[in-house]
């Protein structure tokens, strides 16, 4: 195929660029945000849908083209994004991720989770999940409420 015709999603920028450019355009090595948790070649980002706006909203169009019920792509600013990624010295390549709302009135603790195709059948999906119930508990301790992996 011919270069131009190659776009490829940027890892860590979640934008779509021709392959050739991507050191270029995107100098990202890790996804924005605090890194929470790391083991060995594996590190969880959580990333603030208010502070990185375009990369809440890339995320979310990134879903879109592997779940059919996906329906946020703008407002991301009352969301808390987890990303899991495998690192190298070449950096962080997301993996998957899931997505909870700050502040839920309905006290839900996940909103998405999307595990990356070539990245499937891997045990990822079960570690975000089991993430995602260790964060339920965590809070439910802070806030003193009971927990459950989709409500608190």
Known sequence: MKESVLNSIADVGLKM???????????LK????DEIYRSGT???????GKKNKVYGQNLCYLAKFFLDLKTLYYDVDLFLFYVLCE?????????????KEKHSEES??????????PYQRKGYRKF????CELCALLLSMVQKKKASPLMS
Not at 17 to 27: T, V
Not at 42 to 48: C, N
Not at 87 to 99: A, E, K, N
């Open 42 to 48: 594996l590190s969880m980002f959580e990333v603030d």
């Open 128 to 131: 975000l999940i089991a993430f």
């Open 87 to 99: 690192c190298d010295d070449r950096g962080c390549h997301m993996v998957g991720y899931f997505s």
């Open 17 to 27: 660029i021709i392959w050739r450019s991507i050191s270029r355009k995107c100098d």
């Open 108 to 117: 839900y603790n996940l909103a998405c989770i999307l595990t990356l195709p």
């Open 30 to 33: 890790y996804p924005p945000g």
